[in-house]
């Protein structure tokens, strides 16, 4: 059982940044793919950026290329995502997920998920 625990989160001003980070815990971390997903108020939830058990390639949905970066450190089994330039539409709750196939998040697939952070943007 893998354990998946967000932090970062909170309340930021348009144009400013947040850095998450995911702690994962319980099992062979560095064989699963992970993920960023959020969910805003009245929205289904949305794949962010994911990233492979290498460290790479990665993906990002287009709302957020350029702004987002999405890391690992797989010796710390921690993930990372830095938001830059966060506006308005960027205020959703934040979740952590490892799937074993990178490709199922796609389709809003994982493994384990995280219990999420919040993060609001004020405008």
């Known amino acids: 059982q893998v354990q998946l625990v967000e932090s970062g989160g909170g309340l930021v001003q348009a144009g400013g940044s947040l850095r998450l980070s995911c702690a994962a815990s319980?099992?062979?971390?560095?064989?699963?793919?992970m993920a960023w997903f959020r969910q805003a108020p009245g929205s289904e939830r949305e794949l962010v950026a994911a990233?492979?058990?290498?460290?790479?390639?990665?993906y990002y949905a287009d709302s957020v290329k350029g702004r987002f970066t999405i890391s690992r450190e797989i010796a710390e089994s921690t993930m990372y995502l830095q938001m830059n330039s966060l506006n308005s539409e960027d205020t959703a709750v934040y979740y952590c997920?490892?799937?074993?196939?990178?490709?199922?998040?796609?389709?809003?697939?994982?493994?384990?998920w995280g219990q999420g952070t919040q993060v609001t943007v004020s405008s």
């Open positions: 990233i492979t058990w290498t460290g790479g390639p990665t």
């Open positions: 997920a490892v799937h074993s196939q990178y490709d199922q998040f796609r389709r809003n697939l994982a493994n384990f």
């Open positions: 319980g099992g062979t971390i560095s064989r699963y793919a």
